[in-house]
């Protein structure tokens, strides 16, 4: 049972535009909820994160937008650029399992010039 | 700092074989956690070792393990290899604070 899922598979989005990841999931117990950007041949790095006190935490381009009582989260990119082309992973965690991190799917964000 | 480093970062076996993959943290960290990456099941977490501990484990067969040493360099073994086994093998390190997780290049193995 896969206990973050994660959406769309794929996405293209026009530079300048807005790219819109979605993950849910379904353990109460997580509090930790990180994203990570991967670019092929190399390991995933952390983008961006959020706890679930805040409902939203932006980071320059990066957004995350948490709804706790939907037990969703989303990563916005704004003003995509072609250099944000790799693959999005969004992950979760909770507190008593240091480091053991569930990941979604991954996303393969392309973004045309 | 240097970042996490992985060795080899290409590994080609055979059915049957046995394989130990090595991984050195970011000086500092105690923390290292093994994943597995493939295509079809994406990012799957193997385990966690924090002082020579394993301190968290995944839902992989017993021929998947691993072992920490005094440096807080770890490695991942897997015995009898099966070709579902080829996979990107990534290890991450953090200094115990769940915020600072960092993954290293990865291990591409093939099985044959």
């Known amino acids: 049972q896969q206990q973050v899922k994660q959406s769309p598979q794929s996405l293209i989005v026009q530079k300048g535009g807005i790219s819109i990841i979605n993950c849910a999931y379904e353990n109460t117990a997580f509090d930790y909820f990180p994203w990570y950007q991967q670019f092929p041949g190399k390991g995933p790095a952390l983008l961006i994160a959020i706890r679930p006190d805040v409902s939203e935490k932006k980071e320059g381009r990066f957004t995350i937008s948490f709804n706790k009582s939907a037990k969703q989260f989303s990563l916005h990119i704004m003003d995509s650029q072609p250099g944000d082309s790799a693959t999005y992973f969004c992950a979760a965690s909770k507190g008593d399992n240091f480091n053991k991190f569930y990941f979604g799917s991954g996303t393969k964000l392309n973004v045309k010039p | 700092k240097a970042g996490v480093t992985q060795t080899p970062r290409y590994l080609i076996k055979t059915r049957g074989q046995q394989v130990t993959l090595s991984c050195s943290p970011i000086s500092g960290h105690r923390s290292v956690s093994w994943y597995q990456q493939t295509p079809g099941q994406g990012l799957q977490f193997l385990f966690e070792?924090?002082?020579?501990?394993?301190?968290n484990k995944g839902n992989f067969p017993g021929r998947f393990s691993g072992r920490q040493f005094s440096n807080s360099r770890s490695e991942m073994n897997v015995s009898t290899l099966e070709l579902g086994d080829s996979a990107l093998y990534l290890c991450?390190?953090?200094?115990?604070?769940?915020?600072?997780?960092?993954f290293g290049p990865g291990t591409r193995l093939l099985v044959l």
């Open positions: 991450a390190s953090s200094n115990d604070r769940v915020e600072t997780q960092y």
């Open positions: 070792y924090f002082s020579e501990t394993q301190r």
